[in-house]
């Protein structure tokens, strides 16, 4: 069962936090170009306000003044219309200080000689050095995409938008960063406040810190990075890190914030490595020091999801870490792919509790490290604890662009034992159920028994005001329905898109969506005239590359070669399958023992010639202990002669049936769907140096879930 509950959706949009302009004695002097401006600098005193007309305003240069001294009343920069700000192209605040610039757009346009990512002074286009009592509030940061540089740079987002070296006393508090390489650099700094701001389209980094004390990271929104997969990036959301530092980062909070990947790609989240100490460069002197991470929300598809290296005086608590399948990178690698929390052996005085996450990895059992109260929860198995559809509402189905997709169900554990982040918790984000004035929509997703197409959907746990009524719509891909409960067989395989409608006779409504992905009875197939493996990606065919085949030859197994390997990623449909379906064309070669093993799939199955010529097949389905064994008795087919050979299994059926020439050779019982992902792929012959099939294959075909599939 999946619930999918329409909360309103959680923004961290600058539109959305109200700050109001500054208001200081006396009244705002107009500024109307960018030769005003500096003119209006050079002669500031303290506390004056200048409100900035629409226009550009180029990339000005500010330096103290013997008009204002160090920590006199800020002077405040804003737009006089916030709905057309004044626009800088750059900024330099050199040696500045008392500064408040706020409701501007800074808006980077990518040019000639820009090809270089982190090109100081030109791909660093706003600078605040040796300054201190800057604020940055209500502003847009406005990147651009690269036109020219190397292949894998172009069409993707370029430059840092802000860079802050040597300074103190800084505030960037209810702004937008959009389409940068990087959103922040911070280095060699002090009081630094990163508060309420809205880091989005990111390349690499949201934000790149080092040698920082006392900083606080709070109520940011980190989402839907548009990387470059084909660099070499190292994308992280939040990063520390020591890396040719003098001293570490030190008193940091980082709460309450939302890190999500959501229709993105992944990236890591809170990654914190300590490279100095980590590479024997230092010791002690160079560890994080009063580190505190708290409340925060991790949606992604990284294995660092919270990571930190040598520091002493560590507290990680009430985080919630989910895995954003959609952000995966290639391949299936579920440990890599699923946010954990990871700390270096040699931190000191630790304590991590009361968090979500997959796993916690560190000396967990150290009398200097408290770790209690977590809750471990996983995607992959639903007959194991922490199953995510025990947890959250819709984690592997929901919209993964909103948080309503991973509220904690009532009943569920996180939310009865109050644990993880307060921000996923239903009274949190959409008001107390029981005392509801607007409505909320929830779906249940429950596929049915026999068909994996077929579902029954079900909006009877809606939330809709008292005495209200309610109609409930939905729509599948365009097909609508309309009831409490329905169903729908979808008509191919493939991604489909649920949503559904909950409207009070008021006009008021709220809405739901969810994702369901059907797998396709195709999953691997061997296409000799084209001389490539196929696998079905959705409903497109998707060629492997590198397999060392030519057009119209088979497929040569032993004799001397090494076990073919195919990506488990290429047969990811039979993993969890309701049935099986594979068949292959082959002949033995002319060797004094042709015999061997054809194809496995480790701890999954295994397909044989035996000696005296017949066939063996191993399978372990879910939940066995030992597999499941097949074969039949001496049938030659190690004559040199072509042979068809297939094998059916059906959990509805409970059987497994093996044929040779289209001809039933051997039967039994066996039970339960297709066993997990494995951490093997496809091997055609033995992959650890045993026997292998001298001989060839000159057709292949792997199915699964054909016959659970409603017409």
């Excluded at 967990?364 to 996983?378: E, F, H, K, Y």
């Excluded at 109609?471 to 309309?482: H, K, M, N, T, V």
Aim: aromatic residues 8%; glycine residues 10%.
């Amino acid at each position: 069962m999946t619930v999918v509950r329409n909360i309103v959706r959680t923004t961290f949009a600058v539109a959305a936090i109200c700050f109001g302009y500054s208001a200081f004695a006396g009244s705002a002097q107009k500024v109307n170009s960018a030769a005003e401006l500096q003119t209006a600098l050079a002669n500031a005193t303290p506390g004056a306000v200048f409100e900035l007309a629409p226009g550009d305003y180029a990339a000005p240069e500010i330096k103290p003044t013997k008009l204002r001294p160090i920590g006199s009343t800020p002077i405040t920069l804003r737009s006089a219309d916030p709905t057309h700000p004044a626009i800088f192209s750059g900024l330099m605040v050199k040696a500045g200080h008392d500064i408040i610039f706020e409701g501007l757009r800074f808006d980077y346009r990518f040019g000639p000689g820009d090809a270089e990512l982190n090109k100081i002074g030109v791909n660093w286009p706003i600078q605040i050095l040796g300054a201190s009592g800057i604020t940055i509030q209500a502003c847009v940061f406005d990147g651009d995409l690269a036109t020219a540089g190397a292949p894998e740079d172009i069409g993707f987002p370029t430059a840092t938008a802000l860079v802050v070296r040597y300074s103190s006393n800084i505030t960037l508090e209810g702004n937008e960063f959009v389409s940068w390489y990087r959103g922040l650099g911070i280095d060699n700094s002090q009081s630094i406040i990163i508060r309420g701001n809205n880091f989005h389209s990111m390349r690499m980094d949201g934000m790149n810190l080092a040698a920082l004390q006392s900083v606080l990271i709070e109520k940011n929104h980190i989402h839907d990075f548009n990387r470059s997969l084909a660099s070499k990036d190292h994308a992280d959301m939040i990063q520390f890190w020591t890396a040719g530092t003098k001293k570490p980062s030190t008193d940091i909070t980082i709460r309450d914030n939302v890190l999500n990947s959501g229709n993105g790609a992944y990236t890591q989240s809170i990654f914190m490595r300590n490279e100095v100490v980590d590479q024997n460069k230092a010791g002690r002197e160079m560890f994080y020091r009063n580190v505190k991470i708290e409340q925060n929300i991790i949606i992604n598809a990284h294995l660092h999801g919270i990571s930190l290296g040598a520091a002493d005086g560590v507290v990680i608590r009430n985080n919630t870490l989910i895995r954003n399948r959609r952000s995966d990178g290639a391949g299936i690698n579920d440990d890599l792919w699923t946010p954990r929390i990871r700390i270096e052996p040699t931190a000191e005085n630790v304590d991590i509790s009361d968090n979500i996450t997959s796993a916690i990895d560190g000396p967990t059992a150290r009398p200097d490290w408290r770790v209690s109260g977590n809750l471990l929860i996983q995607d992959r198995n639903p007959n194991l604890p922490g199953w995510y559809d025990t947890i959250f509402a819709a984690a592997r189905s929901g919209d993964p662009g909103t948080l309503a997709a991973f509220v904690y169900l009532p009943d569920g554990l996180a939310a009865q034992n109050h644990l993880g982040a307060d921000g996923l918790r239903l009274d949190h984000i959409g008001g107390p159920v029981g005392e509801a004035t607007k409505p909320v929509a929830l779906m249940q997703l429950v596929r049915d028994e026999h068909y994996l197409n077929r579902y029954n959907f079900d909006a009877s746990l809606s939330v809709i005001p008292k005495d209200a009524q309610a109609e409930y719509l939905w729509d599948f891909d365009g097909i609508s329905a309309i009831g409490r409960q329905v169903g729908h067989d979808f008509s191919k395989p493939g991604p489909h898109q649920i949503r559904l409608q909950v409207r009070l006779a008021s006009g008021e409504s709220a809405e739901a969506a969810a994702r369901v992905d059907i797998a396709s009875p195709e999953v691997l197939r061997l296409d000799t005239t084209r001389g490539q493996f196929l696998t079905r990606q959705g409903d497109k065919d998707l060629a492997l590359p590198d397999i060392p085949l030519s057009s119209g030859a088979s497929l040569i197994l032993g004799q001397g070669h090494p076990a073919l390997a195919i990506d488990r990623a290429a047969i990811a449909g039979v993993f969890s399958a309701q049935d099986l379906d594979l068949r292959l064309r082959l002949r033995t070669a002319k060797t004094s023992d042709p015999t061997g093993e054809i194809l496995r799939v480790h701890n999954f199955m295994v397909l044989q010639m035996t000696p005296i010529g017949g066939v063996e097949f191993q399978l372990m389905p879910e939940g066995a202990v030992k597999p499941v064994v097949i074969r039949t008795g001496p049938l030659h087919l190690h004559d040199g002669a072509w042979h068809d050979l297939a094998v059916i299994y059906s959990a509805n059926s409970g059987q497994i049936t093996l044929l040779v020439d289209g001809t039933e050779r051997a039967k039994v019982r066996a039970k339960g769907k297709l066993g997990h992902v494995q951490r093997w792929g496809l091997s055609f012959g033995n992959p650890f140096g045993q026997k292998s099939l001298d001989g060839e294959i000159a057709t292949f075909d792997l199915r699964s879930n054909v016959t659970s599939f409603a017409p």
